[in-house]
């Protein structure tokens, strides 16, 4: 059974920086892309940004260019999100995404 678990979420304050992370079992990775969406409070879900399976090939949300990072390690078979300069709009619910398999979520909260 595939399963993601996605760790890492907080409160942070406008221009921090958070580490998200998502462990998966019951797969490897390794063969595989990822990604990663988020859901803010009363909006519709976007994709935020995606992986290639050898981890050369990464793309991003306009919104977030520049500011969040998505690494894999294989070895650990976890993927991560580098979230730096965080803005109020990047308040949400992170979730990370294979094959159609879905994590429960890691509340992200911007806030001063």
């Known amino acids: 059974q595939v399963q993601l678990v996605e760790s890492g979420g907080g409160l942070v304050q406008p221009g921090g920086s958070l580490r998200l992370s998502c462990a998966v079992t019951?797969?490897?990775?390794?063969?595989?892309?990822l990604s990663w969406h988020r859901r803010a409070p009363g909006k519709d879900g976007e994709p935020v940004a995606a992986?290639?399976?050898?981890?050369?090939?990464?793309v991003y949300a306009d919104s977030v260019k520049g500011r969040f990072t998505i690494s894999r390690d294989n070895a650990k078979n976890t993927i991560f999100l580098h979230l730096n300069s965080l803005e109020l709009s990047d308040t949400a619910t992170y979730y990370c995404?294979?094959?159609?398999?879905w994590g429960q979520g890691t509340q992200v909260t911007v806030s001063s």
């Open positions: 992986i290639s399976v050898t981890g050369d090939v990464t």
């Open positions: 019951g797969i490897a990775i390794s063969g595989y892309a």
């Open positions: 995404e294979l094959l159609g398999y």
